[in-house]
């Protein structure tokens, strides 16, 4: 490579690095408050057909006096198509999309912003609206570890989604996939340290050998936190207790049937801060979109009870 050739590349590395906005930092809280996020995941239900397409850009916020109270006055007022009053109600999505309390902000920070923010939350997911891989599952459930989130398939489409924390360093959440088996309303982590009990809600168990399940709990906003259990908030988690089945099994407890199907997805990509939900470009910001495997049988057994499934689903075949 000529000196002139790597001077032209550098150059524009720099530019591109400098174009990229750098987004507002800050705290959501140092946990999801769990009310606030089951008024914003549970607040609109529209058919997913009539859900539109949601881009997304930067958005500075300004003052011509540089004043941090009037540029968020300013973006309040814009967000609310004039009225400011109703942009202060649609931070919570904003909020919720940056991990930022606006009203913690100053001038000149950045903000990813969608182009509707009164949608159903799908419109917002980081899942494809539609699954063909799984169109002939009557529940699909996924994980995904790179973005920290969690969907809900029926036939393929699109259910619900939200966000969980799976397994900190040394404690992984083991990707794969699984089935969900038993389940309980309330139960004691066996994780608890001596003299408290650390009581989880709504638990249900996809890695009987090993006690993984996904439950109710205190959830941080960074990076994953659990012991290898999947942490969601209190909604979530009585929604997919009831609406997803579990194993059936007979006297002698043999499993003559499985529970809903479970993924796991994104071994090696869990994130080491908080999840990057954006992937940003010089223009606009891109969802950082879930790729799901061709078919949910490509994702490999996680247990021996779906080695054994899947050895009767060939013989059938």
Same mark, same amino acid.
Request: with cysteine; hydrophobic share 35%.
């Given at each position: 490579?000529?000196?002139? &050739?790597?001077?032209?590349?550098?150059?524009?590395?720099? &530019?591109?690095?400098?174009?990229?906005?750098?987004?507002?930092?800050? +705290?959501?809280?140092?946990? $999801?408050?769990?009310?606030?996020?089951?008024?914003?995941?549970?607040?609109?239900?529209?058919?997913?057909?009539?859900? #539109?397409?949601?881009? $997304? !850009?930067?958005?500075?916020?300004?003052?011509?006096? /540089?004043?941090? =109270?009037?540029?968020?006055?300013?973006?309040?007022?814009?967000?609310?198509?004039?009225?400011?009053?109703?942009?202060?109600?649609?931070?919570?999505?904003?909020?919720?999309?940056? $991990?930022?309390?606006?009203?913690?902000?100053?001038?000149?920070?950045?903000?990813?912003?969608?182009?509707?923010?009164?949608?159903?939350?799908?419109?917002?997911? %980081?899942? *494809?609206? &539609?699954?063909?891989?799984?169109?002939?599952?009557?529940?699909?459930?996924?994980?995904?570890?790179?973005?920290?989130?969690?969907?809900?398939?029926?036939?393929?489409?699109?259910?619900?989604?939200?966000?969980? /924390?799976?397994?900190?360093?040394?404690?992984?959440?083991?990707?794969?996939? $699984?089935?969900?088996?038993?389940?309980? *309303?309330?139960?004691?982590?066996?994780?608890?340290?001596?003299?408290?009990?650390?009581?989880?809600?709504?638990?249900?168990?996809?890695?009987?050998?090993?006690?993984?399940?996904?439950?109710?709990?205190?959830?941080?906003?960074?990076? %994953?936190? +659990?012991?290898?259990?999947? !942490?969601?908030?209190?909604?979530?988690?009585?929604?997919?207790?009831?609406?997803?089945?579990?194993?059936?099994?007979?006297?002698?407890?043999? =499993?003559?049937?499985?529970?809903?199907?479970?993924?796991?997805?994104?071994?090696?990509?869990?994130?080491?801060?908080?999840?990057?939900?954006?992937?940003?470009?010089?223009?606009?910001?891109? #969802?950082?979109?879930?790729?799901?495997?061709?078919? #949910?049988?490509?994702?490999? *057994?996680?247990?021996?009870?779906?080695?054994?499934?899947?050895?009767?689903?060939?013989?059938?075949?």
């Amino acid at each position: 490579m000529t000196r002139s &050739v790597f001077r032209l590349l550098l150059s524009l590395t720099l &530019v591109a690095a400098l174009a990229a906005p750098t987004l507002a930092q800050g +705290s959501y809280g140092r946990t $999801y408050d769990q009310d606030d996020l089951e008024a914003l995941l549970y607040s609109r239900s529209s058919d997913l057909n009539d859900i #539109p397409e949601v881009t $997304y !850009r930067y958005h500075v916020l300004s003052d011509p006096e /540089n004043n941090s =109270v009037w540029a968020r006055h300013r973006f309040y007022k814009e967000i609310g198509d004039g009225d400011v009053r109703r942009g202060r109600d649609l931070l919570p999505l904003i909020e919720f999309i940056n $991990y930022v309390r606006v009203q913690e902000l100053s001038a000149g920070d950045t903000l990813i912003v969608p182009s509707r923010v009164d949608l159903d939350m799908r419109a917002y997911a %980081p899942f *494809p609206r &539609v699954y063909e891989g799984g169109g002939a599952l009557d529940k699909l459930f996924i994980i995904d570890k790179k973005v920290q989130a969690w969907a809900a398939y029926e036939y393929g489409r699109l259910q619900r989604w939200g966000v969980v /924390n799976t397994g900190a360093p040394g404690s992984r959440t083991p990707g794969g996939r $699984y089935n969900f088996n038993w389940q309980t *309303p309330e139960r004691i982590s066996s994780e608890s340290p001596e003299g408290e009990e650390w009581l989880m809600r709504w638990v249900f168990n996809f890695h009987r050998t090993r006690g993984f399940h996904i439950h109710q709990y205190t959830m941080p906003t960074g990076a %994953p936190a +659990s012991h290898g259990c999947v !942490r969601l908030i209190a909604a979530d988690a009585r929604w997919i207790y009831e609406w997803a089945d579990g194993w059936t099994r007979d006297a002698n407890e043999n =499993v003559t049937k499985q529970g809903t199907m479970v993924l796991v997805l994104g071994d090696g990509e869990e994130p080491d801060g908080r999840p990057q939900r954006f992937i940003r470009a010089m223009s606009h910001p891109r #969802p950082n979109m879930v790729e799901l495997p061709a078919s #949910p049988w490509d994702v490999p *057994p996680g247990t021996d009870q779906q080695v054994h499934f899947d050895r009767l689903r060939a013989q059938r075949s």
